[in-house]
C-alpha cells in the first residue's frame, strides 16, 4: 500500500505539472479570436470559463504556480501532507468547473482521478486530521447561564439569517424594479425627421436585473447608459443621460405596446418635433 500511495504522489505530481506548466506557456486559457466575435448569451460555458481565468494572465499563473507548487511538495514524503491540503481544493474546484461549465469529459475524468488519488495519499493521516480539525476543538470548559445560550443561539441565528435578508432585499427591491418594458428592444422603424440623426439607438434594453437602467446600443457598437421611468397607468416615459443621475433628458414621451412590438413618441433631445421609434421584442 506504501509503495502504491508513493506511485500515486509521482503520478499525481506529473499530472499538476502538465497542468500547470500548460497554463504558464498558453497552452490553457487562450481564447479563439471567433469565440471573441460572438455575443455572450451564445459563448458555450468551455469559453466562457476559459476566457474568464485567460482574462487577468496573473490569475492565470498564479493559479499554475499554485499546481506546480503542489506538484513539488508531493514528490516529498516530509511535505506530502501540505501538498495534499493545497491542491485538494484547487482541483475540487477544478471539478465543479468542468461539471457546472461543461468543460471537457476527459479533463473531467483526469480532475477527479487527481482527486481521488489525493484522497487515497491523505489516509495515513486521517486519524490525525480528524483529531486537529474535530477533537481538539473543545467546548467551552463550564456550561453558560440558559439565558446566555439562548441569547447566543439567537445571535448566531441572526448572523445567517441579516445577510440572507438583506442581499434579498438588495436583488428583489433594489436591484429590481419590474417595468412593462423588461425586455431586449430592436429599433426596426424611425420617423423621417430621425433618419440622419446621429446617436439613434439599433438596440435598446431596458434591463430587469438593474432598477432604472435602459441601455442605448449604438450603430457602432458601443454602449450608452440611461436612466428611464415610466408610468403604466398615464402610458408616459422619460429617458434621462445618466442611470441614477438623471441629468439632461434623452427622450420625454408616451409608448404604446401591443405584443412584441413598441412604439415611442415623443421628444427626443436636439430634436424639435415629435419623433416616433417603432421596436420589436427580441425572443
Excluded at 483526469?110 to 480528524?130: C, D, M, Q, R, S
Aim: net charge positive; charged share 15%; proline share 4%.
Amino acid at each position: 500500500m506504501k509503495l502504491t500511495r508513493k506511485i500515486l504522489r509521482y503520478v499525481v505530481a506529473f499530472l499538476v505539472f502538465t497542468y500547470g506548466f500548460a497554463k504558464l506557456n498558453g497552452s490553457q486559457f487562450t481564447i479563439l479570436d471567433s469565440e471573441l466575435d460572438k455575443p455572450m448569451g451564445q459563448v458555450s460555458g468551455f469559453w466562457l470559463t476559459w476566457y474568464y481565468f485567460g482574462y487577468s494572465k496573473f490569475y492565470g499563473n498564479l493559479i499554475a504556480l499554485a499546481q506546480i507548487l503542489g506538484g513539488v511538495l508531493l514528490m516529498f514524503r516530509r511535505t506530502t501532507l501540505l501538498g495534499c491540503c493545497l491542491l485538494l481544493p484547487i482541483i475540487a474546484n477544478i471539478i465543479l468547473v468542468d461539471v457546472f461549465y461543461a468543460v471537457d469529459l476527459g479533463a473531467l475524468l483526469v480532475a477527479v482521478f487527481i482527486e481521488v488519488a489525493l484522497l487515497v495519499i491523505l489516509k495515513p493521516y486521517a486519524n490525525e486530521l480528524y483529531e486537529l480539525f474535530w477533537l481538539k476543538q473543545k467546548p467551552p470548559a463550564k456550561s453558560s447561564p440558559r439565558i446566555a445560550t439562548v441569547g447566543r443561539y439567537a445571535a448566531l441565528i441572526l448572523l445567517i439569517a441579516l445577510p440572507a435578508i438583506f442581499t434579498y432585499w438588495v436583488a428583489n427591491y433594489n436591484n429590481r424594479f419590474p417595468t412593462l418594458l423588461d425586455g431586449t428592444w430592436d429599433v426596426v422603424e424611425v420617423s423621417s425627421n430621425l433618419q440622419s440623426t446621429p446617436g439613434i439607438p439599433s438596440v435598446i434594453f431596458f434591463e430587469r436585473n438593474r432598477a432604472h437602467l435602459c441601455v442605448f446600443k449604438q450603430r457602432d457598437g458601443s454602449y450608452d447608459w440611461h436612466h428611464f421611468e415610466l408610468n403604466p397607468e398615464a402610458r408616459t416615459i422619460t429617458v434621462w443621460q445618466r442611470w441614477l443621475q438623471k441629468g439632461t433628458k434623452v427622450f420625454d414621451g408616451q409608448f404604446e405596446m401591443s405584443g412584441a412590438r413598441l412604439v415611442l413618441s415623443g421628444k427626443l433631445a436636439n430634436q424639435g418635433e415629435d419623433s416616433v421609434i417603432t421596436l420589436r421584442k427580441r425572443g
